[in-house]
Each structure stands twice: as C-alpha cells, then as structure tokens.
C-alpha cells in the first residue's frame, strides 16, 4: 500500500464517519458539528487530489462561513425536544432501509464495473488555473452565476422584508 | 504575466453578440427594481408596463438574431458553452411568450390581492433569463446554472403572497421538494462526467457512442451500467420539473397555493423549459442510449413515464374541485402527451412538441386569464361551481373560455387538436408495435379528458348563475385573452405558419440527433 492509499483511506474514512454521525446524533447541534468533520475530511482529500485550492475553499466557505450559519439557525430556532419526535408514518421509516440497499448494492455493483474517465493530465487545482478558467472557458455560467446570486438578494429581500402596515 | 500554462482564447465580441438577447433581459430586470423605486405608491403596476416593452425589444433581439444567423444555425458560442440553433430561438420566444401574458394578467390579480410591487415583475424577468440560459446551453454546468436561476425565482414567486398561509405552504413544499430534484439531477451529472470525463453535450454523446462499435463494446469494463445510472438520476431531476408521474407530487399542491397569475406562469414557461432541457440532454447528450441492446435504454423509460403521466393526471383531473388544481392535473396529462413527441423520435414529433408547447401556453394562460378574473376581493372564486352561469354575466369571456377548453381536450377545428395529432400520429408513423399502444393510451386519455374539460363548459353555459359581483378584467388582459383564443382558433384551421417556426426547432434536433445515432451504429 502507498502512502498516497494510506492517507485516501484515513481521509475518506473522517468523511464516512462525519456524514454517518450527522444522520445519528440526536441534537441537530451535534450534527452541524459532525458535519464540519465531513467538510475537513473533503478538503483533505482535494487536497491529496492536487486541488490546493479546492481544499482552501472547502474550508473557508462551507466549515467556516456556511457551517457557522447553520450553527446560527439552529440555535436561534431553540428546538426543543417534541420537535424531533419521529414522525408516525414509522413504516415509512422502514421502507427507506430496503430502498437504502437496493440503492447501495445498485452503486456498488456498477462502480466495480466501470472504468471511470482517467483524469486528463496533470494540471492541478491551482489559483492560477481556476481563475484562468473561471473568465475564459467558464465565463458565461460564471455570469450567469452572478444573475443567480443578484436575483436570490432581491427574492430573500422580498420575503423577508418587514411590511408596513 | 508569467504563466505556467497556455492561456486559452479570450471571449470574443462575437461570442457576447450571441446572448444579446439574454444580457438585454437581464438588464430590464435591473432596471425594473430601479423603476420600481422611482414610482410613487400607487403607480407601481406601471414596471408591469416597463417591463412587457423591455419583452418586446428582447423579442426584436431574437428576430434580429435569427436574421443575422439563419444560413449559419447551429453557432457555438462561449466555448460551446451555448449553443444559438433553430431549438434555442424557437423556444426563447416561447419562454417570451408565456413571460409576457403571464405579466399582462398579473397586473390586475395583485392590485386585488394588494400587493403591487415592482420585485414581482423583476422576478419574473430573471426567471425568464433562466429558462433562456437552459434554452441555449449545451453543457451540462450552463444548463445547470440556468436551471437553478429558474427554479429559485419560481420559488420565490410561489411564496410572493406572504400574508397568505397557503402561498406559504406551497412554497415551503415546492422549495423542499425542488431542491431535492436539483440535488438528484446533479449527483446523476456528477456521475456523466465521471464516466465520460466530458461536460459539453455534444462531447459526451461523441465519448458514449465511442464506447461501441458494431455492436462491440470498445476497452474494458461496461460503461453502459454506470451510464443508465446518470441516465436515471438525470431523467428524475428533469421528470420533476416537468411535474411528470411519479415526480409529480408537487404540482397540485403548489399550483393551488401559489398566487393564480404565478401559476398560470409556471405551467407554461418554466414547464417548457424543463422540455428544452429534457430534449437537449437526451437527445443531444445521451442520444446513443436511446436504445440500448440487451439494456433498458431511455426511450423505454420515457415511454412508461408517459403512459402513467397522462393517465395519472387525467384521471386526478376528474375528481377536482378546485380548479387550480383541476388545471394542475390538466398540465400534468398534457406534459404526458407532450413527451410522446420526444419518444417518437422523427421530425412530425418534434414539430408536435414545438407546436403543443406554443399552443398549449396560449390557451392555459388564457383560461388562467379567466380564472383570475372570477377572484374578487372576497370572493377566492377558485371552485368549479365559482363559473356557473357565466355565459349570462359575460358571454365574451365565457365564450373564450369554451375556446380554451375545446383546444385543451384536443377538439377538431382547434389547435389543440393539430398538436395531439402530430404527437399521436408520429408515434403510429414509427410502426414500433410498443409505440402505437402508447398512441392507443393516448386516445383513451383524451377520451377521459373530455369529461372535466365539459364539467367547466356545463358550468358555464347550462347552470344558473350564482352570484352578481362583476368579474376583475382589465382592459389588455380582454385584449390579450381574445387575441389568444383567436390564434388557438386560427391555428386549428390554419397551422401552416406555426408549423413552419416548429420545423424550425425540429430540424435542429433531427440533424443533429441523426448524427449522433449515426456515430452509434458505425
């Protein structure tokens, strides 16, 4: 095994883990917290990956900016407890394992089955690169990103404007 | 600057020339939010104004395009990020069309409702910019782009009426609901580029119709498995836009709860453009699995969906009393009978898609047109029996509506009918033995969808009227309704010129999905 393996196995393993223990802790607090492991995790493997910047990002916006809002929301909703009851539909609880597996053995089966794309050359994630990219090749969604984003502020506005009454 | 890499090309003043029209929108929708400032209260309802002209000039844009452009189709532009051809023009000018009776008939609902404000005319610019960003994309992160600026601003404009629970509640139910099928849709375009190591359409049906050759798959391993998987989770995202059975939980609850004008909107424009999308990725993208040997391809899939969409939503249909909700099941058959156009696979479908798909925005806009006008202050005005009697008050606008209905259940001498008979005819003209049983369903459905479109007409014309409040009809929403029951009428009798702006579409898809067909078998 390489070092390269050892280190894939460790990092994917703190993003299984982190994702597994968002969906079993109780407290939607611990979760938000499981799920910043999750985020860790990813960025190390962008970074295995030669996405420097990927991993730099992956931290700065979605395990700091991102997570600290939800951190936000969720202790400004104050949930309390009869809020995370189960719902009642319980059969519904267990419909979801058989379709877990079926949707699991379906992947599993496939992934052994394919031999995905080779990554094209050795490029990497840098700066340089992404923003080279991000104003030529990617110009027009990167645009139309900014309509996106424009249009969210004027929509987010709308909803939560206070009326005058 | 020292680079450690070639720099690709620059963007070109040609490729910005190529998305005029999209960047003109774009702007009237900025400019909207600053007319809305600059008018006093109670002016407000003028942005409607502004706005339709600033339709108008992208309008004139996309004519202008198509001049310049017409002996050159397809154009690639940013990269082959769009894609500017005979499919992208036509359906702008749907996506303009749906925009601007959407916009003429909201003008009165608000002043009702008491909530005229510019943003809403904004939002519904920005969501039109969307679809016509999904309408000249031609790779898979583009499209995406396109599709999420749609789809967000619908979300917002579901919830518009704020002090109004059921406007929340749809919007809560379609926001959830939508960006669970945006997250579908994306894990099974993670998975396409995965296997194909592509995001441009064009290229992935290039690298999937390399992986077989006479029959033979080419390298090790079989790709195909991983492929339907993309296939399946795509298809999925996309059947949820397009509200087709079993993605279609949503539609009557958000159609019901979102405001009647937002409504009428979003079962026509957007709708269309999930179809725009529906029709690029499987046709342009995966058209080398349309049939696979030995594994389901996705015309069989696509031919189950729109069996049970059609009879789903007939059959929902019949039951309704609200009418909101009657039209969603309504759209939701028709989104049936529009695939069926896809599935045929020959230039009479594509054209039935095209021509449907413009018919069928006149007229659900229309009898949306007269739905608002039923909705009084105090008066919701949105069940069945709200339309008794209303040949007595206004024999005009239930005249209309009679139009609208006869063209929605597919009645001769209306256009409704042309559309379902290039839809039906195309799958009998493909003499697979599958494809004509679906021709058969189809029928039936169409024999089921007589029933409630007659419940309204009976309504109308045979009970006494109910009560003797006036309705709430503008001026230019009389104008617009009339001129569309007319076009509805005269299509019916005299499709020639609307089947020529469909080929135009039509053309665009066959050649190119001919080609790509081409690739798989050699």
């Known amino acids: 095994m390489t070092f390269e393996q050892i280190l894939f196995i460790l990092f994917a393993g703190i993003v299984v883990g982190g994702a597994a223990s968002v969906l079993l802790q109780r407290n939607p607090l611990y979760s938000a917290f499981s799920l910043i492991t999750t985020f860790v995790g990813l960025a190390c493997l962008y970074v295995t990956l030669k996405a420097q910047f990927l991993g730099v990002v992956q931290i700065v916006v979605y395990a700091g900016a991102i997570m600290m809002l939800f951190v936000f929301v969720i202790m400004l909703l104050n ?87 | 600057m020292n680079l450690l890499f070639e720099l690709p090309p620059l963007p070109t003043l040609r490729d910005t020339m190529l998305i005029v029209p999209e960047l003109m929108l774009t702007l009237f929708a900025c400019a909207a939010l600053v007319v809305d400032i600059a008018l006093p209260r109670g002016k407000k309802s003028l942005t409607a104004w502004f706005c339709l002209v600033g339709i108008g000039f992208v309008a004139l844009a996309l004519v202008q395009q198509y001049t310049l452009n017409a002996d050159k189709l397809p154009v690639d532009a940013f990269y082959q990020m769009a894609r500017i051809d005979g499919l992208s023009l036509v359906f702008r000018g749907i996506f303009l069309l749906a925009a601007a009776l959407s916009i003429v008939l909201s003008v009165k609902y608000l002043d009702v409702e008491n909530e005229q404000r510019g943003e809403y005319y904004a939002l519904i610019l920005f969501a039109t910019t969307g679809m016509m960003f999904m309408a000249i994309g031609s790779d ?106 079993p993605f279609h939980m949503w539609a009557p609850d958000a159609y019901e709860g979102a405001p009647t004008s937002v409504t009428a909107f979003m079962s026509v424009g957007p709708k269309a453009a999930a179809y725009v999308l529906l029709a690029r990725v499987l046709l342009f993208g995966l058209g080398p699995l349309r049939d696979m040997e030995g594994l389901p391809g996705w015309s069989i899939m696509l031919g189950v969906v729109a069996a049970l969409t059609m009879t789903v939503g007939n059959i929902g249909a019949v039951t309704q009393e609200n009418i909101k909700r009657m039209l969603a099941y309504s759209s939701i058959a028709q989104a049936g009978y529009i695939m069926l156009g896809v599935l045929a696979g020959t230039q009479m479908g594509y054209r039935g898609v095209v021509f449907h798909l413009v018919i069928y925005t006149l007229m659900n806009t229309g009898a949306f047109t007269v739905i608002i006008s039923l909705h009084r202050k105090g008066i919701i005005g949105e069940k069945v029996d709200d339309l008794n009697g209303l040949f007595a008050k206004a024999p005009g606008v239930a005249v209309m509506m009679l139009v609208f209905m006869l063209s929605l259940a597919g009645i001769p001498t209306t256009a409704g009918f042309i559309g379902k008979y290039f839809l039906f005819g195309s799958l009998i003209q493909s003499g697979k033995p599958w494809m004509v049983y679906l021709a058969v369903i189809a029928v039936v459905n169409t024999a089921i969808s007589f029933y409630y479109y007659a419940r309204f007409i009976r309504a109308m014309f045979l009970n006494p009227l109910k009560e003797e409040a006036p309705l709430t009809l503008s001026q ?39 080609q790509a067909s081409g690739i798989a078998s050699n």
């Open chain 1, 79 to 165: 949930i309390r407890d009869e809020d995370t009851a189960v719902d009642p539909n319980r059969f519904l609880v267990y419909l979801t394992i058989p379709l877990g597996a079926i949707l699991l053995g379906a992947l599993l089966y496939v992934v052994t089955k394919v031999n995905l794309a080779q990554p094209t050359g050795d490029e990497g994630g840098t700066v340089e690169r992404i923003g080279t990219n991000l104003l030529t090749k990617y110009l027009l969604p990167f645009e139309a990103t900014s309509v996106l984003i424009l249009m969210a502020v004027v929509g987010a506005l709308h909803l939560a404007k206070r009326e005058k009454e």
């Open chain 2, 476 to 514: 230019p929403m009389r104008v617009t309704m009339a001129v569309s029951a007319v076009l509805v009428m005269l299509f019916g009798i005299y499709p020639q010129p609307l089947i020529k702006v469909a080929d135009l579409a039509a053309k665009s898809i066959s050649t190119v999905y001919a």
């Open chain 2, 140 to 245: 898979l992160i583009s499209i995406y782009i396109g599709l999420e600026l749609m789809a967000l601003t619908v979300y917002v404009l579901v919830g518009y009426l704020k002090r109004n629970e059921r406007s929340n509640e749809a919007a809560m139910k379609y926001f959830f609901m939508g960006i669970f099928s945006s997250a579908v849709l994306l894990y099974g375009m993670s998975i396409l580029y995965g296997v194909t190591g592509r995001t441009n359409l064009g290229q992935i049906s290039e690298a999937i119709a390399g992986y077989t050759q006479n029959g033979q798959l080419q390298g090790e391993g079989d790709p195909r498995m991983m492929l339907i998987l993309a296939l399946v989770l795509i298809g999925a995202g996309l059947l949820f836009k397009i509200a087709a059975v």
